[in-house]
């Protein structure tokens, strides 16, 4: 069975950096690409960033572009997302989704996701 | 970077009744190699991480009801609950997986 556990989540200060992780299990690892995807306090879905199954490759959403980091550990089967300059934009849960192939973009979208974890922007 | 725009934003159905939701992207998300549109629908309940409805527009994913369907092709999708239950009250959202930047609509609430 597929398990994604993300962690890392809290109250951090405006311009603050934070560290999230997620704890993968169930299937090899190395094969799949990853992805972050967040859901601000009521409101819909946004796509953050992916990497490839090697970490070869990497995806950003431009409003995260040279902020956010995405990075991954295949001998714990961890995925991070390295978080700087964060503002109240960035506020919202943060899910760890499997992609469906080792590289991005899937031919088959996000099958599994985590429960998320939260992060508050705020002073 | 590929735009979906969702109609309607909420939607109130009788139970038993049908239910359309409706998804237009900016660019097609045919894909041409295999002829799939990568286009989902997600369902998600309140507490809850999304949960895959259909994908390639319409192939059901293992154990939805097959209430829900999905049609549509290139830019233009629609998603269909043939006869409304109680536990189809949900936010749904469409997403493209063609290209990064991944993009999803703004969703539709769905009440009875």
């Known amino acids: 069975e597929v398990q994604l556990v993300e962690s890392g989540g809290g109250l951090v200060q405006p311009g603050g950096s934070l560290r999230l992780s997620c704890a993968a299990s169930?299937?090899?690892?190395?094969?799949?690409?990853m992805s972050w995807v967040r859901q601000a306090p009521g409101k819909g879905l946004e796509w953050v960033s992916g990497i490839s199954g090697s970490g070869g490759s990497t995806h950003y959403a431009d409003v995260v572009k040279g902020r956010f980091t995405i990075s991954r550990d295949n001998s714990k089967n961890t995925v991070n997302l390295q978080m700087n300059s964060l503002g109240g934009e960035d506020t919202a849960k943060y899910f760890c989704v499997k992609e469906e192939d080792i590289l991005l973009p899937a031919a088959v979208p996000f099958h599994h996701w985590g429960q998320g974890t939260l992060i508050t922007v705020s002073s | 970077d590929i735009v979906l725009t969702q109609s309607p934003d909420s939607l109130a159905v009788s139970l038993g009744e049908r239910a359309t939701i409706n998804c237009k992207s900016s660019q097609s998300v045919l894909y041409g190699p295999n002829n799939k549109n990568y286009l989902a629908w997600y369902q998600q309940k309140p507490g809850q991480p999304p949960k895959l409805l259909l994908y390639w527009s319409s192939t059901r994913e293992s154990g939805v009801p097959d209430r829900f369907s999905g049609s549509g092709s290139g830019a233009d999708f629609t998603l269909t609950i043939s006869s409304l239950q109680a536990e189809d009250v949900a936010v749904y959202y469409c997403?493209?997986?063609?290209?990064?930047?991944?993009?999803f609509g703004q969703g539709t609430k769905l009440e009875i």
């Open positions: 997403h493209q997986n063609y290209a990064t930047p991944y993009s």
């Open positions: 169930g299937f090899i690892f190395s094969n799949y690409a």
